[in-house]
Structure formats: structure tokens, C-alpha cells
């Protein structure tokens, strides 16, 4: 189907993104994944690239291209090429930069977002913790005041970026109210900030997951971003965006396995014919098309609805959560199709449906997107 939404610049843009894939990023994926983590040269490149700092005022760095559209083809390039990788570039180009860009004071903004904007500053979000993650209220995470700063003591677990993050975008509790949380900007390198494991995870191995100690870590009183208490509102106020990201992630990952499965099945022989011809093969992949197509129409929806600054809380939650089903329902198709090929960790196939499984539970589980969308309907 036409996606009338692009201009010949989206689409110029989107063939320096898949250059940048073909040439920094497939190359590396084997490398990176016995890593678990992405090399420091791609985010340097992409810093190069100008892909980094897309929203970012051009005087500090940035593209000056507030307009998700590029965010969508980026992130849709990537996650053709590597969920995971799309995981760990996207979380600072379309996660990590509102915060940056309209939260920060101007010394903050100075500090952070040209090394942010140029790759040498890798960022990390730590919401999460051992005890808190769909209930985020819950929590315990504390930074209290120590004269004109804070004192922070607490944990974070599976936080992308985590083990190498240069910059913690973190979630605090600063007060007695269950919603009292503030953020803050940790600095990696800061005294009493230490990293814990890069978590096995069952796939996206490119990417690193890592638990975050904070042991009595003073934080100047220009760590704080924005208001103190006000953290709750800011985190909500910036999910429509990440659920959207994960969203378009999920249909260009799920679209770039069936484009490989329907080759694989033209070439597969079986009792004398390719299994492509089998009647069940080509139902399976005209459903499974199909279910792109239509979830591609809404995604791209949402994403005009995100540039004219109207997208709703409760549509990016059915985007989210619809895409991230059909993503893992396609890559099952995918899978079944390769026979037991599609079983074996040297098949992308494979590979891929591991590295899909996650995009259910992270940016807020699917079952609190649809927990959101029932209460907009008057429900609960
Ligand atoms: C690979 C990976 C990367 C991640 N990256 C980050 C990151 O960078 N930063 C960060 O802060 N976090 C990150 N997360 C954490 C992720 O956002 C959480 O795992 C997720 O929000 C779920 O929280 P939880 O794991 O504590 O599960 P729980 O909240 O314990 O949920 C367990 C189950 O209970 C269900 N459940 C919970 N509450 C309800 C309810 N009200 N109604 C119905 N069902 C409910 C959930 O849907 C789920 O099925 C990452 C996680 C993974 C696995």
C-alpha cells in the first residue's frame, strides 16, 4: 500500500539510513551479539550520520528535524536490520531526547545534548526496578536533599544502555506521596554509581540490559531535570512517543523476516515442489502480509497524528500492543515455514522470533496497554 505521508526527503533520508545499515550494522551484528552490546564506533558513526539528534536545535549538534517521520524511518531501518539494535539507538533518539531537549535548563542542554547529538554520550532510562516495573509508584529508588543537592541510594534492573551508559536518565522517589518521584541526571562515572551484570537475556543479544546500584551518590543540584515531584507527569507525558517508536519497530522488524521467509520459500524443496506453492505456505504468508499491511496503516496513521502534536496516550497503546502481536504472530509463521531450520540460532528466523518476544512486556506490558484503553472506555 502507498505511504502517502513520506516526501522525497523522508525518502532520501531513509536511503542514507539503510546504507548506514548495510554498512555499519549488519557487518557487526555476530560481533556485537557474543558482545551483548553495541560498539561505541556505530553510535559515533551515527553521530556523524546526523541520526542521533534528530529533534535537537541545529546550534547544539542536532538535525533541527522535529518531525517524526525521520524518527520512523530510522527506527524502521534499524529494526529491519536488528531489533535490538533499534532498541539501544532508539531509546535515545526518540526516548531519551524529549526529556533532554524540554525538560533541561539551558546549562543542562549545553552539557548534554551536543556529546548526546555527536555519540559520544550514550544514554540510559531507569524506571524500572527489582520490585517496580509495570507499578511504577511502587518505586524505591530515593534521592533525598543534602543541602542544595541530593542523595541518591537504590537499584534499577533491566535498563538498556545500562552497562555502558555515560548518562542515567533516572526515575527517584523524592517525597511521601505514592506519585512523589522526581528525575534526575546521573552521570555515569558518578561516585557511588556502580553497574551490576549485562543480563542474559533470551534474545535482542546485541543490546546491553544491565542492573544499576546507587550507593550514597551525591547529585548536584543541577541533576535535577525540571520540577521536583513532577517526574510521574513527565514519564507519562513522553510514553505516547516511546510506545510509537516500539510500534513502528515491531511491523518493519516483522515486514524484513517475511521478506527473507518468502525467498527461502521459493527455493525449499519438498515432495518435488517448493514449499512456497504448497496452498497452506502461500495462505500463511498472505495472512501474515496482510496482518503488516493493516497494521502498517495504523502505525502510519498514528505517526501523522504524533507530527500534528495530537497522538493520544490511548493510541499509542493500541499501536504498541497490536504490533508487538503481530510481530511475534508473524515471526511464529516465519519460523514454522523454515521447518527446523527455523529452529536453529544461525538462522535469522530464529533469531528473530527470540528478540521479538520482549516487545510485548517492555514500554509497559500489553496487558497495561490494554488496561488503558479499557479505562478510556469508561472501564474500570
Ligand atoms: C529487554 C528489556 C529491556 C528493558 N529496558 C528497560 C529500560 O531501558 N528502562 C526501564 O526502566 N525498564 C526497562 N525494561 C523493563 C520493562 O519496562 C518492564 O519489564 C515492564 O514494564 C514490566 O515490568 P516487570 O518486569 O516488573 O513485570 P510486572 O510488572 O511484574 O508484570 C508481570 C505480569 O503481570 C502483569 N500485570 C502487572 N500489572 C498488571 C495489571 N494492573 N493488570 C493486568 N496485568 C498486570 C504484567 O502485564 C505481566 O504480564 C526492560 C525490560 C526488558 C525485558
Known amino acids: 500500500m502507498q505511504r502517502a505521508h513520506f516526501t522525497d526527503e523522508h525518502r532520501l533520508f531513509r536511503e542514507s539510513v539503510a546504507e548506514f545499515c548495510r554498512r555499519e550494522v549488519a557487518p557487526n551484528l555476530d560481533r556485537w551479539r557474543h558482545e551483548h552490546s553495541i560498539s561505541r564506533d556505530v553510535w559515533l558513526e551515527a553521530g556523524r550520520q546526523d541520526f542521533l539528534g534528530l529533534a535537537m536545535p541545529v546550534e547544539l549538534g542536532g538535525s533541527g528535524l522535529a518531525d517524526f517521520r525521520f524518527n520512523q524511518i530510522l527506527g524502521e531501518e534499524l529494526a529491519a536490520a536488528s531489533v535490538a539494535v533499534n532498541s539501544a539507538l532508539c531509546l535515545g533518539v526518540d526516548i531519551i531526547a524529549p526529556y533532554l531537549l524540554e525538560l533541561t535548563t539551558e546549562a543542562q542542554r549545553e552539557r548534554y545534548i551536543p556529546d548526546f547529538c555527536a555519540g559520544r554520550l550514550v544514554t540510559a532510562i531507569g524506571m524500572t526496578e527489582p520490585q517496580a516495573g509495570s507499578d511504577l509508584a511502587a518505586l524505591k529508588t530515593r534521592a533525598v ?15 538498556t544502555n545500562g552497562g555502558g551508559a555515560d548518562l542515567v536518565v533516572l526515575a527517584a522517589r523524592t517525597g511521601e506521596g505514592r506519585k512523589d518521584v522526581s528525575i534526575f541526571l546521573v552521570d555515569g562515572d558518578a561516585e557511588g554509581f556502580t553497574r551490576g551484570r549485562r543480563l542474559e537475556k533470551v534474545g535482542q543479544h546485541e543490546a546491553d540490559t544491565s542492573e544499576l546500584f546507587f550507593a550514597d551518590v551525591r547529585l548536584p543540584a543541577e541533576a535535577l531535570l525540571g520540577e521536583p515531584n513532577r517526574g ?36 525449499r524443496q519438498a515432495f518435488g515442489q517448493a514449499i512456497g506453492s504448497f496452498q497452506n505456505s502461500r495462505f500463511a504468508i498472505a495472512e501474515a502480509d496482510t496482518e503488516l499491511d493493516v497494521a502498517q496503516a495504523y502505525v502510519d496513521r498514528c505517526v501523522e497524528a504524533h507530527v500534528r502534536g495530537e497522538l493520544s496516550g490511548v493510541e499509542a497503546a493500541k499501536a504498541k500492543w497490536w504490533t508487538s502481536e503481530v510481530q511475534n504472530r508473524v515471526i511464529d509463521t516465519c519460523v514454522q515455514l523454515y521447518g527446523g531450520y527455523g529452529y536453529m540460532e544461525e538462522y ?28 478510556s472506555l469508561g472501564l474500570g
Open 145 to 159: 536533599r543534602d543541602g542544595e543537592g541530593w542523595i541518591l541510594n537504590g537499584a534499577k534492573t533491566f535498563i
Open 232 to 267: 510521574f507527569a513527565y514519564m507519562m507525558e513522553r510514553l505516547p512517543q516511546e510506545r510509537l517508536s516500539v510500534a513502528v519497530s515491531s511491523v518493519a522488524n516483522a515486514a524484513s523476516v517475511l521478506v527473507e521467509t518468502i525467498e527461502y520459500v521459493k527455493e
Open 348 to 375: 535469522r528466523v530464529a533469531r528473530a522470533w527470540a528478540d521479538a518476544r520482549v516487545t510485548k512486556i517492555y514500554a509497559g506490558t500489553n496487558e497495561i496497554m490494554k488496561d488503558v484503553i479499557g479505562r
